[in-house]
């Protein structure tokens, strides 16, 4: 069911890309702002253990649209604000009280990138870029 769900998220971005972004919009210039829909992964690394009941502590993984924004500086180097949120399980398995159901936790994990276009006239334009990301967490 996930994977059906990735699939259609994916497919839906790209649709409307398609419809929203014009061939003129391809090249990029200074002033340029790009904006998009995609799909991401949440992917949580959670590796615990809780000392007084034992087992482990876990953390469900979200797959979530995702809004995008670039902003042009010159014709290779932009800056990318990423929006989007995710909602995930928390719980403890094979503790010895059984397994336990923690509840749920919101994230709001915006992150802003530079990045260096190589072929900004190209349609397809590769790019490197680093940035840095401040994970908010609510509704715990």
Same mark, same amino acid.
Request: net charge negative.
């Given at each position: 069911?996930?994977?059906? $769900?990735?699939?259609?998220?994916? =497919?839906?971005?790209?649709?409307?890309? !398609?419809?929203?972004?014009?061939?003129?919009?391809?090249?990029? !210039?200074?002033?340029?702002?790009? %904006?998009?829909?995609? =799909?991401?992964?949440?992917?949580? *690394?959670?590796?615990?253990?809780? *000392?007084?009941?034992?087992?482990?502590?876990?953390?469900? /993984?979200?797959?979530?649209?995702?809004? /995008?924004?670039?902003?042009?500086?010159? $014709? #290779?180097?932009?800056? +990318?604000?990423? @929006?989007?949120?995710? $909602?995930?399980?928390? +719980?403890? $398995? !094979?503790?010895?009280?059984?397994?336990? /159901?923690?509840?749920?936790?919101?994230? @709001?994990?915006?992150?802003?990138?530079?990045?260096?276009?190589?072929?900004?006239?190209?349609?397809?334009?590769?790019?490197?870029?680093?940035? %840095? #990301?401040?994970?908010?967490?609510? *509704? +715990?």
């Amino acid at each position: 069911m996930k994977t059906l $769900k990735i699939t259609t998220l994916a =497919a839906l971005g790209a649709l409307v890309s !398609e419809l929203f972004l014009p061939p003129a919009a391809i090249a990029k !210039e200074k002033g340029d702002l790009l %904006v998009r829909l995609r =799909a991401i992964a949440f992917m949580t *690394d959670t590796d615990g253990t809780t *000392d007084t009941l034992g087992g482990s502590a876990r953390t469900s /993984d979200a797959y979530v649209p995702e809004l /995008d924004f670039s902003y042009f500086f010159t $014709k #290779n180097i932009a800056a +990318e604000l990423i @929006l989007g949120s995710t $909602k995930h399980t928390v +719980e403890v $398995k !094979e503790s010895t009280s059984g397994d336990l /159901d923690l509840g749920t936790v919101r994230t @709001l994990p915006p992150v802003l990138t530079v990045q260096y276009h190589f072929f900004p006239e190209k349609m397809f334009s590769p790019y490197v870029g680093a940035g %840095v #990301n401040y994970t908010i967490t609510f *509704d +715990e």
